[in-house]
């Protein structure tokens, strides 16, 4: 592994000049880091501006917000009657009594009640998130399984704590009892995975098992104020051994500006979900005031653009990768990816807007590949709206509705925001979105190495199609004295 990185630093040196000039000159400020002050709260995926700009923006029934919101109303888990069926294990994987879909259908409902109520003002929808988070900090103790089992550490760790983010203020919620479940039961799986990767050799997990839970990890130390969780998630974002720290994800950078996604030798599904793994935690990390989209020469970027123009059906360069696999004394093997995989242009995962939104109107960088690709699957629904199982819930979803924003002033463009601001503008885009495409693709996957990311549960899934209609009249803003009662405690 370490020869191998060690060969793609040197191609990435020889692109790099090129490269800088590629992806857009703007240069951000170094921001404030949440370890020398508050954190801010709402502050993960949304920060009470981006709330704010959400529901005025469809209140006045602008787009693409309110195609958006349309999504987000006629999603099953959206709806205040939902129940929750909270469990004391959990279990992912095969040779386990698999449970975790309860989980995951869970807490899809308590993020969209909880996103609906700060457009809506409907209680209702508060309360149910509540309901919902409370009952599941009451009774679950474990999660389980296979190797999977840091899957769900991950995955399911930075979506719940992104639903108690958006609730932390609502009265009844149980945030301490909430916060002690976090650091109990999913903490201490995703710090375990990112130090020992389950005993296997450091490149035998891709870069989504990292991924997962170094989001994870990051949105949990915003929850629970926890500077050193925080710390180590973006330590290990910039520097870790394994796979999902962004020179190992993003190895090769080409003198066109785009850099390669190792996960695309793979198959498109899975590099997919790396990127929208990626965009969450530099998102999370922005609204503290910590600047990852930036990192390396906006690194990120120069991947993302990569993987949307190969997602777009476009021919992109691959430099061959090998890693090794398997577990010390257990068994070992090695695995060579020559090529990018085959892709189809159909398929969809609801990460695009807020990546493109971040680098076009935040930052005021080209980038025209993700743009493309956010316009063409916009507007972007969230969990349930891509497939029945798993892989259409790994993302939260929503980006159009709640990252789509008007161009910063060229002083917005200049650093993230302090963790005791908010780091995004209220003017929003009226920009309507081309309609997706309707038909299935295959996630992929293998099985049969230590790194199977069960691979039986990969749907094939749909691009979202259709626009539910908007009920009229029935929105309204919270009153501004809820909303500071609400904004994070």
């Known amino acids: 592994m370490t020869a191998q990185i060690s060969r793609r630093t040197m191609l990435k040196i020889a692109g790099a000049a090129a490269g ?49 919101f349309a999504k987000l109303t006629a999603n099953r888990h959206a709806q205040s009657t939902w129940t929750a069926n909270p469990q004391a294990t959990v279990y992912r994987g095969s040779g386990t009594p698999e449970n975790y879909a309860t989980l995951y259908n869970d807490i899809h409902a308590a993020y969209q ?125 910039k520097h870790g051994a394994g796979m999902g720290s962004i020179k190992n994800a993003i190895p090769v950078v080409y003198s066109d500006g785009l850099a390669e996604w190792a996960e695309a030798g793979r198959d498109q599904g899975h590099a997919l979900l790396g990127v929208g793994l990626m965009g969450t935690i530099c998102e999370m990390a922005w609204n503290q005031g910590i600047d990852l989209y930036g990192y390396d020469d906006s690194r990120f970027l120069k991947g993302a653009q990569y993987v949307a123009k190969w997602s777009l059906g476009a021919d992109v360069p691959y430099t061959p990768y090998t890693r090794k696999k398997g577990a010390p004394g257990i068994w ?41 690709i956010a316009a063409r699957f916009a507007p972007e629904g969230g969990g349930g709206d891509y497939g029945p199982n798993s892989g259409g819930y790994d993302q939260l979803g929503f980006g159009t509705l709640a990252f789509t924003r008007g161009r910063a002033t060229t002083a917005g463009t200049t650093a993230s925001p302090t963790p005791s601001t908010t780091g995004s503008d209220a003017s929003g885009s009226g920009v309507a979105s081309a309609a997706p495409s309707s038909s299935a693709s295959p996630l992929g996957g293998r099985s049969g190495d230590l790194a199977a990311t069960g691979s039986s549960d990969l749907p094939a899934w749909t691009a979202a199609t259709g626009v539910a209609a908007l009920a009229g009249g029935l929105l309204l803003l919270r009153r501004r004295g809820q909303a500071r009662r609400d904004s994070g405690q």
């Open 113 to 237: 009640n909880a996103l609906r109520w700060h457009i809506t003002g409907h209680t209702a929808h508060a309360d149910t998130a509540r309901d919902i988070l409370n009952a599941w900090s009451a009774k679950l103790t474990r999660l389980d399984g296979s190797a999977d089992r840091f899957l769900a550490s991950g995955l399911y760790g930075y979506q719940f704590a992104n639903a108690a983010e958006l609730i932390r203020g609502h009265g009844g919620f149980e945030l301490a009892r909430f916060q002690k479940m976090m650091l109990n039961v999913f903490h201490p799986l995703s710090e375990d995975f990112l130090a020992n990767h389950n005993g296997a050799y450091i490149s035998n997990y891709w870069a989504n098992w990292d991924l997962t839970n170094i989001a994870s990890v990051l949105a949990i130390g915003i929850l629970c104020d926890d500077r050193t969780k925080v710390d180590r998630a973006v330590a290990y974002f």
């Open 332 to 372: 070992s093997g090695t695995e060579t990816a020559s090529a990018a995989a085959a892709v189809d242009p159909a398929m969809a995962r609801p990460i695009w807007a807020m990546i493109a939104n971040h680098y076009t109107k935040r930052r005021g960088l080209d980038a025209q590949y993700l743009t493309r």
């Open 20 to 68: 800088a000039a590629g992806a857009g000159t703007a240069v951000a400020a170094a921001p404030a880091s949440a370890a020398s002050g508050v954190f801010a709260h709402p502050g993960m995926l949304h920060t009470q501006a981006d709330l704010a700009r959400m529901a005025a923006k469809v209140k006045a029934g602008a787009q693409p917000y309110t195609a958006g």
